[in-house]
């Protein structure tokens, strides 16, 4: 990734919980500037949605929507995104759809 690191800190996943998110059926976005000039990217995926296999897929779908899409993506962001449970049986191509139209909504994209 160009300019972007993972989110890990468990203090900075509560601010973003804070703020107000931006939802459709698939994915959850919680979006806020950071004040430097990279993005922070942070992937939540409960254990409701299934075991470490299935979780652990979903959370590589993501991260390779956010890779291929990262140029598009505005500099100086902390981005977390929630994984729902459609989010188990949608393609890549409407997953990537539905997180670039919660990002577009957040303000988040050049």
């Keep these: 990734m160009k300019f972007s690191k993972a989110l890990k800190l468990n203090h900075i996943f509560r601010r973003?919980?804070?703020?107000?998110?931006?939802?459709?059926?698939?994915?959850v976005l919680y979006a806020r500037k950071n004040g430097s000039q990279a993005n922070r990217?942070?992937?939540?995926?409960?254990?409701?949605l299934g075991r470490a296999v299935v979780r652990n897929r979903i959370r590589r779908r993501l991260r390779e929507v956010y890779?291929?899409?990262?140029?598009?993506?505005?500099?100086?962001?902390?981005?977390?995104?929630?994984?729902r449970s459609r989010c188990l049986t949608v393609s890549f191509e409407k997953l990537t759809q539905s997180y670039l139209a919660l990002a577009e909504?957040?303000?988040?994209?050049?």
Excluded: M
């Design 67 to 83: 890779r291929l899409n990262e140029s598009r993506f505005a500099p100086g962001w902390d981005i977390v995104v929630v994984a």
């Design 105 to 110: 909504k957040a303000g988040i994209l050049q």
């Design 16 to 27: 973003l919980y804070a703020t107000s998110g931006h939802a459709n059926s698939c994915l």
């Design 41 to 48: 990217v942070g992937i939540t995926v409960s254990k409701k």
